[in-house]
């Protein structure tokens, strides 16, 4: 069974500075990668996905992750934090189990955006 | 209005108590699924269904019942509410392999 592992539960970064999410996953297959945000009291929205086309995913408010298979990684990136990116971040993997496609979350990171 | 909803969004019931939790989605996938959200635990899968009639276990299905009569409906029953199953329920539908999450509801055991 796959695994996902997310480094870091709170991270915290400077308005204007770089966010980095790291995320590493088991895999004997290529999977399919999925980065989720959570705002406080929604539920989760997709960020971006990572389905075997190219391996720099660019998704929603700047955000983009690069799939390394050398690597099992799937980090998230945004070049320059802003307040509003502050929230819960979730990595997961979809695994194909009995013909149906399971997601495996990680256990995500609290991003905290400091003025 | 088109998506996935959940109902109630707040619930606070009592230790033994019976309380179902309700998602609709209008999308008519095939695919939906029930989960939990803990502190430190990310999202846990509770159970899942490939289509109406159709229902399988996930990694913590103990002291849940689920049913699908009809593919947009996945109702989510604690048929004796224990306090740790106060938890936020997720619940979220597809049709390959992404998944699209409703808004969950917000349950406390006393």
């Known amino acids: 069974a796959q695994s996902v592992t997310q480094l870091g539960s709170h991270v915290s970064v400077s308005e204007g500075a770089l966010v980095l999410l790291r995320c590493n996953y088991s895999?004997?297959?290529?999977?399919?990668l999925f980065w989720y945000v959570q705002y406080p009291n929604q539920g989760l929205q997709l960020l971006l996905k990572?389905?075997?086309?190219?391996?720099l995913v660019k998704g929603i408010n700047g955000f983009e992750a690069e799939f390394k298979k050398s690597e099992t990684s799937f980090h998230l990136t945004k070049p320059s934090a802003h307040m509003s990116d502050a929230a819960e971040y979730f990595c997961?993997?979809?695994?194909?189990?009995?013909?149906?496609?399971?997601?495996?979350f990680g256990t995500g990171t609290r991003l905290k955006v400091l003025a | 209005d088109a998506g996935i909803t959940q109902s109630p969004r707040y619930k606070i019931t009592e230790t033994g108590r019976q309380v179902t939790l309700m998602c609709h989605q209008t999308?008519?996938?095939?695919?939906m699924f029930w989960y939990r959200q803990d502190l430190g635990h990310g999202l846990r899968l509770i159970y899942y269904?490939?289509?109406?009639?159709?229902?399988d276990k996930g990694e913590v299905p103990d002291g849940y019942v689920v049913s699908r009569s009809k593919t947009e409906n996945f109702p989510l029953t604690l048929e004796s509410a224990t306090r740790s199953q106060t938890s936020v329920y997720f619940c979220?539908?597809?049709?390959?392999?992404?998944?699209?999450f409703g808004p969950g509801t917000r349950l406390t055991v006393t």
């Open positions: 999308w008519s996938h095939s695919y």
């Open positions: 895999s004997s297959v290529p999977p399919y």
């Open positions: 269904s490939a289509a109406a009639d159709i229902t």
């Open positions: 997961a993997v979809s695994e194909e189990i009995s013909g149906t496609y399971k997601y495996i």
């Open positions: 979220a539908s597809s049709e390959l392999f992404e998944q699209y």
């Open positions: 990572y389905t075997s086309a190219a391996t």
